[in-house]
């Protein structure tokens, strides 16, 4: 279970050092996605499994634009492995999805990892912060 939020910095090869609570869990691997609202998904191997079943019922299921959505999510997912120091690489073409830079947050989101810019991450924060304080019906 991947829980809390630590910052970090992506290094001039594109790596960034994880959590040493997190590394337990990715020591079979992982799978990193693009994710919603503009974010990487870190994945181990048999969530993303989870995921991955799920996504290709909504491609048999679905509109169109859900194809769409379900071939990209396929299409740019990369498998990875933690080096031994703890780095996981991160793709170009992830960091420029994400807009990360240097700074970055890394969140655990239960059965995965999101990696954030820090900018995008503090307005996210905000929002989540007004709808938590509205209570839980809200969520």
């Given amino acids: 279970m991947f829980l809390g939020e630590n910052r970090h910095a992506v290094d001039d090869k594109g790596r960034v050092i994880l959590p040493s609570q997190y590394r337990d869990e990715l ?5 990193m996605t693009k994710e919603v609202d503009g974010c990487i998904a870190v994945w181990p191997l048999e969530d993303f499994e989870a995921r991955a079943q799920e996504m290709a019922q909504m491609r048999r299921t679905g509109e169109q634009r859900t194809r769409a959505g379900v071939r990209n999510f396929f299409a740019t997912a990369e498998r990875r492995e ?27 989101q239960f059965d995965r990892i999101e990696i954030w810019d820090v900018e995008r991450w503090q307005q996210r924060e905000e929002s989540g912060d007004e709808v938590l304080v509205e209570g839980p019906s809200r969520i």
Avoid: T
């Fill in 27 to 31: 020591q079979g691997g992982a799978v």
């Fill in 82 to 108: 933690l080096d031994r120091q703890g780095r996981i690489a991160i793709p170009p073409s992830l960091r420029a999805f994400a807009g990360l830079q240097r700074d970055v947050v890394i969140s655990g």
